[in-house]
């Protein structure tokens, strides 16, 4: 393998293969290196660095789950392009084996059964799917295309000639996923820019070089396209770089009906070609022009934007949405501690204590924990009362030590380890701030902040396939809410599936639906179910929805959330931290919300928490 292609995908590709290599050895006696191995592929696929380059810095083993032995080949690896360990374990193992594996559902054994039936049709469509998946994954999350484009974006500002950066397309509408990363820039030297922008230190290859545009290959194979504009035009082309195609193409029909015709220089006369090309420094006054209020980003998808639009211009009701902001939320309510709850899912890292510091440094006014239900399979109803029990009485004295003004400090910031190679995506809203290219601010402590005044006692509980839930009533008991959510059986008929999840959510300490799809970017489809349906019970018993903020989930999709707010029906937001750093995603989750054109009052925890204490004791 050529060291320049060891990007990060294929090398977590290979630590799961690794891995897989050790389970068909021994998956008993390989145990702890299987977990390992598995363990190091997650970090490095979720790394916003390059691992090549953390390693030509000297820095591999600062990635979380890197330990000194997987460092040890991976240098190996780097210097030779190969990792003669890695090869022995692989050896004899048909390369098709490891490409099956990257279907969802199919693991080594199952894929090399699969080869030895000698079916070579159903091998081929098979691996037929995993291109088809490979082609889909090239799609980056965006908190990853967002930390790109930062990147980048610090270094042309510093570029004194560049008097504005924006973001373009799908990262400036905040979709789920981003393909190419396009931006455009403001100033008066075009040639100069974009020279400057290819030599970005990054560049690995130089795809094309024009009069205003310019495209260069970064690691990671993200492709990013610049193009720049002298302010005059600038609105224009924000505008016409940003929307959807079908946003785009509606506003065009919506202008020809004018007789008024668009481009990303500005507006003309559609009947006479020769007339005066009107110029738009702002998008604002470019919607103004063809009589529409301006709409955000996050809406630019052709459902209803325009309309609503227009409506609003002309003073009439059903205007636009006045989108849920970052600065809105006043809680994070899913989160997971290590508290031991002894729970067959994984334990959080933090503690308790560190996970109220963390929400008062993010202006929280309550917070919620909610780990994972102790596993039904290690204990004895009596012994997951009796843990929940303990969960109470720890949650009780940190309420009252909150009360008492004993529990006032914020938290220790995060481990040096996750800031240098940016694991979380902390820094992202600020620096977009910086830039004052998107409104994505961190709080502002400025408002006057009272403090963080109360922790809930909750729990995210599974929904076992029948619909019962895994935890005995007098557990139930000590609870102020839970959340009910899928873990297993994803497969299960749409009516059954649906069934299953009214079942769960009916228990009257339900309060929350959470990442109700299941779905996982770039890796699973969501489970079935039939939204009206679970819509309507949502708005008769009062039960919320949660829209995850973990950038491989973000479920409730938008096109869902925008159903959801449609009817009426609450959501609540929850980063599903399971370490405080992880707490900063609450960002990801709002761009979910503001996508599906929620408002402060959709999100529940937007209440204040006498607000939200009621919402908890409706339908009581
Ligand atoms: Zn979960």
Redesign the pocket.
Known sequence: MSTQTLTNLKIAELLRDVAASYQLQDSQKFKFQIIAYERAADAVEHATSELKDLWDDGKLTDVPGIGPGIAEHLDELFRTGKSKHFEDLMKGIPKEAFKLMELPGIGIKTALRLIAQGDRPLVEEKLKEVYELEKKAKRHLLPYASMIAGEIMDYLVKNPKVKRVDPLGSLRRKASTVGDIDLAIVTDDGPGVLDYFTKYPKTQKIIEEGEHTASILVPGGVQIDLMVQPVESYGALLQHFTGSKHHNIALREFALKKGLSLSEYGIRKSQDPNSKLQTFKTEEEFYKHLSLDYIEPELREDTGEIEAAFRQAQGKPNGLPKLVELDNVKADL?IHSSFDIETS?DLGESSMEEIIGKGRDLGYEYLAFTE?NPSQKGHTDIQIIDILKRKREVVDKLNDRIRRGLLRETSDGHSEKVDQINYSIKNMSIKYNRIGSTPLRPFDFAQGYAGLKKVFNSL?IDIKPDGSLPVPEAGLETLDFALV?I?SSFGIEKDAQTKRVLTALAHPKVKIF??PTGRKLNEREGAELNWPEIFDFCLENNKWIEI?CDPMRLDLPDTLVREAVKLGVKLTLGT?AHHIDGMNNMIWGVSVARRGWAEKKNVINCSSLEGFKKELKRGD
Do not use: C
């Open positions: 899913q899912h994972h995210e959510s873990h959470a990442h995850n599903d």
